[in-house]
């Protein structure tokens, strides 16, 4: 019990760090394949005079032509003595642009200047109202990640400090006598460290079985069903990530608290 006290506001802090640092990592992944997944249903209209294979534009990744014969058709059932032959001889060719990602609002102005720089293209219909909602929707929900991390990180690593101190006050005649004998850091803050990687283990473990309960949660999965879209998520990877960015966190909290004290003596 009295383990579990001293100990508890170093775990509740590396906790938050790493499931702060998750969620950004599942949120960018969300981002990222819902990205993938508009562009891929994303495109562009455009009308030409003239039959086009290629117009070489980098943010292009497919042209394909648009089949009216289905509606030349419906248009004659509804319409007697209607001379389809003629009126195909003299439409316009009409083709979807496709994008091997989601552009930006500003690519898409680009892109819409680029075409209209092409004399046989007559008409662009860019849906660019739809377009910018989608773009600023996915660009919101990953700045808020974003900041939702930066907050905790902060917050985190402040408890993170307080509770180095609380070590070395409890530690500190035996840090001191070191000291005073001339040994190297390690030796010294020692006991500090050997604190930290017990406490960065049971985080790792807190954090995994916190991960792996979220990962196969119905809300989790419902959500992704109505995004249609997929996220693999490797937990033991993610788990070597997370105890070696707790260690780094230790160390540098450690080395900041042990100077700032020696500093102020």
Do not use: C
Request: overall charge positive.
């Amino acid at each position: 019990m009295n383990y579990l006290k001293n100990h508890l506001s170093l775990i509740l802090a590396l906790v938050s760090i790493l499931f702060s640092i998750e969620v950004y990592f599942i949120f960018n992944k969300i981002v990222t394949n819902y990205s993938q997944k508009i562009a891929n249903n994303y495109n562009i209209i455009i009308v030409s005079n003239k039959p086009i294979k290629n117009l070489n534009l980098k943010t292009i990744s497919q042209i394909d032509p648009i089949n009216i014969e289905s509606s030349l058709q419906n248009l004659k059932q509804n319409l007697q003595g209607f001379d389809i032959k003629k009126l195909k001889s003299e439409l316009p060719y009409f083709y979807k642009l496709h994008f091997s990602k989601f552009p930006t609002p500003n690519e898409i102005e680009e892109l819409t200047m680029q075409l209209k720089k092409i004399p046989s293209i007559k008409k662009i219909e860019t849906f660019r109202a739809n377009q910018n909602r989608i773009y600023n929707l996915l660009i919101l929900t990953k700045t808020i990640s974003i900041i939702f991390m930066a907050i905790i990180l902060f917050i985190s690593f402040l408890l993170i400090l307080k509770q180095m101190e609380v070590w070395k006050l409890e530690h500190n005649e035996r840090m001191y006598i070191m000291d005073l004998f001339g040994a190297p850091f390690l030796l010294k803050s020692g006991v500090l460290l050997r604190l930290a990687i017990i406490d960065s283990i049971i985080s790792v473990i807190i954090i995994g079985i916190v991960i792996t309960f979220i990962l196969n949660s119905n809300l989790y999965q419902n959500i992704l069903n109505q995004l249609g879209i997929t996220i693999n998520v490797n937990i033991l990877i993610d788990l070597s990530l997370f105890f070696s960015i707790s260690i780094i966190v230790s160390i540098i909290s450690t080395i900041i608290v042990i100077f700032s004290k020696k500093s102020k003596n």
